[in-house]
C-alpha cells in the first residue's frame, strides 16, 4: 500500500542531497621580531547545497579560532 515508507527512504534522501565536506584550514606564522606565534584554525559548513544563495552561505556551523603565544627563542625585551 502507498502508506508503507520504505525502510531505505532516509539514505535516498541523503544520496540525493549529496552533502558537500566542511571547509578546514590551519595557519601558523612565527613573528620573530614581536617575539610571537599565532596561529588560526578555521572551520565551516553551510547550507549552500541546498540553495546556492546568500542566505544559506550564512547559515551553519562556522568556527574561527586564533591562539597566540609566545615565540620560542630569545625573550625581546623592548621593541624601538
Not at 584550514?25 to 610571537?36: D, N, P, V, W
Not at 542566505?55 to 586564533?66: E, F, M, N
Amino acid at each position: 500500500s502507498s502508506e508503507i515508507i520504505p525502510v531505505d527512504l532516509p539514505r535516498q534522501i541523503t544520496n540525493r542531497l549529496k552533502l558537500p565536506k566542511a571547509f578546514e584550514k590551519k595557519m601558523c606564522a612565527a613573528f620573530e621580531t614581536f617575539g610571537i606565534k599565532a596561529c588560526t584554525e578555521i572551520e565551516s559548513r553551510n547550507a549552500a547545497f541546498i540553495r546556492d544563495s546568500p542566505l544559506y552561505a550564512i547559515i551553519g556551523k562556522h568556527a574561527v579560532l586564533v591562539e597566540v603565544a609566545p615565540a620560542a627563542g630569545p625573550v625581546i625585551e623592548k621593541i624601538e
